[in-house]
């Protein structure tokens, strides 16, 4: 069927409103008016630029720790301490080992865990006042809409399909269909996040992989009210150890914000061998130790969700500019994995997207040769500095927790080189071990009080989604996961997704995969860590997925 597109032409379109959307738009703006104000030629418009945001409104799918270096927002927002929602500065940082009953805390607070400078901040607050902002720069800022597919044209891109609104399960227009608009933009850029479904498609098509592909991890978060007086508001822990196991890469925080309420996750590198393992139990099993069961006690949980991160570092970064379009924040591999810090980086990759844009503009030049300065101006900036130190971590510990201890060590000393530099990584999905007839593990249930089965968690990631919709999880042969899958790997994608998407349901004598799409919290785990890479998360209708109010 062919469709008849509503065409909008903007200068930039920004494909997703996080930190880096969001401070690219604002950089942009502000450079705009200073440079109209001084009376520059040709005069540029703040309306032109668009900004596009899935979740139901500003921040709703954000999810982060959240410890934010404020060294970005200084530049962008000088006065950014009168209005910005910053909760509470860190007073105090530890870090621990855990065993399964005691916790050590390091007498010296390992570097990358020191944090004095920084504040314990809500990011889906923070986005919704950087949103603000932008909006009151005169950006056009659209929420519910998804970018669906990319327009391409010529060796890059020229824009960006929206979603198609008001489509049946069965791919059927509804009364209240409504196809997705046309935004054609001189410079489209991508600022998706972890695994952009867009991204990957571009990054794929145009070759554009570095030396190492990207790797994740998969951050399981809660935020609960706790007892007065249980915990400093500032104090800011990270614990090696229990129940994360030397094999696997992993580690948990404690972040303490104001009015007793506490941020509390598990990160776990989506690069474990035994495919049965499951983060999310991983996760309520950390909060019965009993150094933070004492915090949590007598406490009630508040929200709940769950998002990957990217861990690949310097050496995973994609080439970040194509005719007309840019790659920035997360989607660009912007975090410095080591800190678990992207919220710094992913708004100056945005600034300094913005100021290379700016030139394309003004010079009337917005194809590849042009963006090009984008990467130049990455190299000039401390984002290089920061990533070049830790560029070989994360890989260090593809082959397990001492070893990586040891080559961190080495990096450590010799400002990020180590023994072997670049050191090369595989994609995570690749660890896994056959299960070799091992039985599927019992699933956990939780007390409903300190621990939570995934269902009663998802209640709390606040998720919806027009149910009446095609699944926007797509999953390339379903053949598969009842026979190969179920064999050697045990269909992994029931224990790694955090929010009970996947299930196998028993269906006329063999094990049939069941997709609760309505449950999903947008984390992109499944995209990753398929083994057979054959789930493909596109764009649900706009608006639909968690809802990270506080988070
Ligand atoms: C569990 C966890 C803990 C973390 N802790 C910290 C921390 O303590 N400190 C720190 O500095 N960093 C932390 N990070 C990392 C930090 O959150 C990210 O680096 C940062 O949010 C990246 O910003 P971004 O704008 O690139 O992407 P995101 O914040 O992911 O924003 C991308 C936005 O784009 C939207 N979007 C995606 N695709 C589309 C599409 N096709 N169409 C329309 N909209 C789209 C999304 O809905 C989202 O709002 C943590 C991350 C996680 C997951």
Avoid at 215 to 243: M, N, S
Avoid at 395 to 409: C, D, E, P, R
Wanted: glycine residues 12%; charged residues 20%; proline residues 6%.
């Amino acid at each position: 069927m062919s469709v008849q597109r509503e065409q909008l032409e903007a200068d930039v379109l920004i494909v997703g409103a996080g930190p880096a959307g969001l401070a690219c738009a604002l950089h942009l703006a502000n450079l705009i008016k200073k440079h109209n104000e001084s009376g520059g030629k040709p005069a540029l418009s703040t309306e032109n630029i668009y900004v596009l945001e899935k979740g139901r409104e500003i921040g709703a799918h954000q999810l982060s720790g959240a410890i934010m270096n404020p060294r970005a927002l200084a530049e962008l927002v000088p006065d950014f301490e009168k209005s910005a929602p910053l909760d509470t500065p860190v007073t105090d940082d530890a870090a621990f080992f855990f065993t399964k009953n005691s916790a050590y805390r390091f007498p010296i607070t390992p570097p990358p865990f020191k944090n004095r400078g920084n504040y314990v901040v809500s990011l889906s607050k923070l986005v919704k006042w950087l949103g603000g902002l932008v909006e009151k720069s005169g950006v056009n800022l659209f929420t519910q809409f998804g970018g669906a597919q990319l327009i391409y044209e010529g060796e890059g891109i020229a824009g960006v399909i929206t979603e198609d609104k008001g489509v049946d399960k069965n791919g059927k227009p509804k009364d209240n269909y409504t196809p997705g608009y046309e935004l054609r933009a001189k410079v489209t850029v991508l600022a998706e996040g972890p695994r952009g479904s867009l991204t990957k498609d571009l990054v794929a098509r145009k070759e554009l992989d570095n030396i190492n592909p990207q790797t994740y991890g998969i951050g399981i978060k809660e935020l609960w009210d706790v007892q007065p007086g249980r915990i400093q508001p500032g104090f800011v822990a990270h614990t090696l150890g229990w129940p994360v196991d030397f094999s696997t890469y992993g580690g948990g925080w404690i972040y303490a914000l104001r009015d007793n309420r506490l941020s509390i996750g598990l990160v776990i590198a989506l690069e474990y061998q035994n495919p049965q393992f499951d983060p999310h139990e991983a996760f309520q099993k950390y909060k019965t130790h009993p150094f933070l069961k004492r915090i949590l006690d007598g406490g009630k949980l508040v929200r709940y969700g769950a998002k990957t991160i990217p861990y690949g570092g310097w050496y995973a970064m994609p080439r970040t500019y194509v005719d007309g379009g840019l790659i920035i924040g997360d989607s660009a591999s912007f975090l410095d994995s080591q800190r678990l810090k992207g919220i710094h980086m992913a708004m100056k990759s945005g600034m300094l997207a913005a100021e290379t844009i700016f030139e394309g503009l003004l010079a009337g030049d917005t194809s590849s040769k042009t963006l090009a300065a984008f990467p130049k101006k990455v190299e000039q900036s401390w984002i290089k500095k920061e990533l070049w130190s830790v560029r070989n971590f994360h890989q260090s510990f593809q082959h397990g927790f001492l070893g990586g201890m040891f080559h961190a060590g080495l990096q450590f000393i010799s400002g990020g080189r180590g023994l072997i530099d670049p050191m090369r990584s595989h994609p995570g999905y690749k660890a896994y071990h056959k299960i070799n007839g091992a039985p599927a593990p019992e699933r956990f249930k939780g007390d409903g009080k300190l621990t939570f089965d995934r269902l009663t968690d998802v209640y709390h990631s606040g998720t919806r989604h027009e149910e009446d919709q095609p699944c926007h999880l797509v999953v390339a042969d379903l053949n598969v996961c009842s026979t190969k899958c179920v064999t050697e790997y045990g269909n992994p994608c029931q224990y790694f997704c955090p929010a009970a998407v996947y299930e196998m349901a028993a269906e006329k004598g063999e094990l049939r995969l069941k997709i609760n799409a309505s449950n999903c919290v947008h984390c992109k785990t499944c995209d990753i860590a398929d083994p057979y890479q054959i789930i493909n998360w596109v764009v649900p209708e706009g608006g639909g997925g968690p809802n990270y109010e506080g988070m």
